[in-house]
């Protein structure tokens, strides 16, 4: 018989072992030196994401995220006005002091591990949930209607 003790380890473990995967694909995609470079980017961009996002597509988000990635969503309660796109790049750089072409590159580089973990449909719901502007920072084209 497994103690709970024991289980709750194991299932530690498992979303550690799944966190540091989704760091690896951070520090790919956006060529950090270290893990550590990718873990402050996932932090900074999934904080700033949290103060965006509502309703069911950031309970989706944070279930299908992992442990660690998804208290760095929610630990954020979301701003009453949100961000077009580049605002969000804009105030992530204000908050973080870097430029604002080092966050858009931070910003991509971890949108694209969190859409990996989403999946093309709750992206979907996600950027027809959030204003324009956040399809280009996860690597998709921004449609917009004629007027």
Known sequence: MISDARVSHEHRQSYGTAYEQMLEKVRY?????????????????????????????????????????????????????????????????????????????????VFAAVAAHAGPDLVTRILNRLPTGYALLFGRAELVSAA
């Not at 069911?56 to 299908?64: F, I, N, S, T, W």
């Not at 660690?68 to 969503?73: F, G, H, I, P, T």
């Open 29 to 109: 995609e956006g060529a950090y030196p270290t893990r550590e470079r990718a873990d402050e980017a996932v932090r900074m961009v999934l904080g700033g994401l949290g103060r965006q996002l509502t309703g069911d597509e950031r309970v989706d988000l944070a279930a299908c995220l992992p442990l660690e990635a998804a208290r760095a969503l929610t630990a954020q309660v979301p701003d009453l006005e949100p961000l077009t796109g580049w605002a969000f790049v804009k105030d992530l750089a204000a908050r973080s002091g870097a430029s604002p072409a080092a966050t858009r590159w931070d910003t991509g580089s």
